[in-house]
């Protein structure tokens, strides 16, 4: 807003920003809200950093001509002058693994990968403990590698859950096929047949 075209203010010189008030008791320029001065000369006031702004404490302030803006920070939601944590986790923004755990934090998010992955949670790649020997097989049964775990199979010769594997008598059960002309040897996981003489 320029001067009042008044010859009292005129005269003043206000600054171009400046508004003449030429009905006060003696006319004078007054720089507008945002700027300081005496009204002849009007600067911006930086109302971030003299702490003159309403910002949240979550957002960052900008200073602008006669004024400031506010922009909550990444992590955050708002007009600026209120922010409230994003939970990226539930609203599936986050750049996690498919294979790792989101956890929400204040103002961001972590990821861990899951149980039988390793990485830094946003990638993660799948450990064969089996190769590892991280596997609790038993020593008589075969591990096989699955994506995120594994599993246990007791071998021939042997019965269990494959973490407990017992030796499978094939003399007393009759699974041997021994000749009935000959001694049957249970030996561990297998047997043997010997002729009678």
């Known amino acids: 807003t320029v001067c009042d075209p008044d010859l009292a203010c005129m005269a003043l010189n206000c600054d171009p920003l400046a508004q003449c008030d030429g009905n006060a008791t003696t006319p004078q320029c007054v720089c507008p809200t945002g700027y300081s001065g ?11 950093a003299t702490d003159q702004d309403d910002c949240d ?25 209120s922010c409230t944590d994003v ?24 990821c861990a990968c899951k149980s039988g992955y390793s990485g830094d949670g946003f990638g993660c790649t799948d450990d064969d403990e089996c190769m590892l020997g991280t596997a609790n097989c038993s020593a008589n049964a075969n591990c096989t590698n699955t994506p995120g775990s594994f599993t246990c199979a007791c071998k021939s010769g042997y019965s269990g859950d494959g973490v407990t594997c017992t030796d499978v008598n094939e003399c007393t059960n009759g699974s041997n096929n021994c000749s009935t002309n000959a001694t049957c040897t249970n030996t561990a996981g297998s047997f043997t047949c010997a002729c009678n003489t």
């Open 38 to 48: 005496d009204g002849q000369t009007c600067v911006d006031v930086d109302e971030c």
């Open 57 to 81: 404490v979550n957002a960052q302030c900008t200073n602008t001509q006669g004024g400031f803006a506010c922009a909550c920070n990444e992590g955050y939601q708002g007009d600026g002058k």
């Open 87 to 110: 939970d990226e986790c539930a609203a599936g923004t986050h750049a996690c693994s498919a294979n790792a755990d989101c956890s929400n934090t204040v103002g961001g998010y972590t």
